[in-house]
């Protein structure tokens, strides 16, 4: 069974206000990833980590950052939150080569 | 710019019947992953597909890759209600792995 961690499972936070998601994965894996996904919606990845101190934008990466300074910490930080980041937030870790993601839990955000 | 197109987006088929739901990606890739997803859970690996040709089965769901065409099936035999959930298909050829939209099965008595 896959041992990645998000907390909080579910936020609520005033617009303006500033966030940090947390993801935890004890199975070593290099890569990590971020995505927001509305409810049964499609997945848009928003960072990605290739290992430590490795870390690239996806498709919705202008309104947050993440770092990567340990292998199996990779938070994810929205400096001001908005409505428009209510959402599902996703974290996954995978081995390096071909071998498929593992997903956390997953947080979910609203922003009033 | 790569994308993951899956069709159909929405399913509904009786228990006991067979269907296909089809991915298409736009860039070349040697590798495709399927994922279930159950309402307000996370994802879970179904299959990873690794080369063209590649075919693999679990229970009534089997899945197939053609690199050459870009596309991937996942086939669906005699459905049973258990198998309601949304499936994602997903690629990853710069190590950036990018998903479809979804295929929303729902399987009806």
């Known amino acids: 069974e896959a041992d990645i961690y998000q907390t909080p499972r579910y936020l609520v936070i005033g617009t303006g206000k500033k966030i940090t998601l947390e993801c935890s994965q004890t199975m070593g894996h290099d890569k990590m990833y971020w995505y927001q996904q509305d409810p049964g919606m499609e997945l848009h990845l928003i960072h990605y980590?290739?290992?430590?101190?490795?870390?690239e934008k996806g498709d919705l990466s202008s309104e947050s950052t993440v770092s990567r300074i340990r292998t199996e910490h990779f938070p994810l930080t929205l400096e001001s939150a908005r409505p428009s980041h209510t959402s599902q937030y996703l974290c996954a870790s995978k081995k390096g080569g071909y071998n498929e993601q593992f997903f956390g839990p997953g947080t979910r955000l609203t922003v009033l | 710019e790569l994308k993951v197109e899956q069709n159909p987006l929405f399913l509904s088929m009786q228990e006991g019947k067979n269907y296909t739901i089809y991915c298409n990606y736009s860039?070349?890739?040697?590798?495709l992953y399927w994922y279930r997803q159950d309402p307000g859970k996370s994802l879970e690996s179904l299959f990873v597909?690794?080369?063209?040709?590649a075919v693999k089965q679990e229970g009534r769901l089997m899945a197939s890759l053609d690199t050459k065409a870009r596309l991937s099936t996942l086939h669906i035999t005699a459905a049973v209600h258990d198998l309601s959930a949304t499936y994602f298909c997903?690629?990853?050829?710069?190590?950036?792995?990018?998903f479809g939209a979804g295929t929303r099965l729902t399987v009806k008595p």
């Open positions: 597909l690794l080369s063209n040709g």
């Open positions: 860039t070349t890739s040697d590798r």
């Open positions: 980590s290739y290992g430590v101190n490795s870390t």
């Open positions: 997903a690629v990853d050829p710069n190590n950036d792995m990018r």
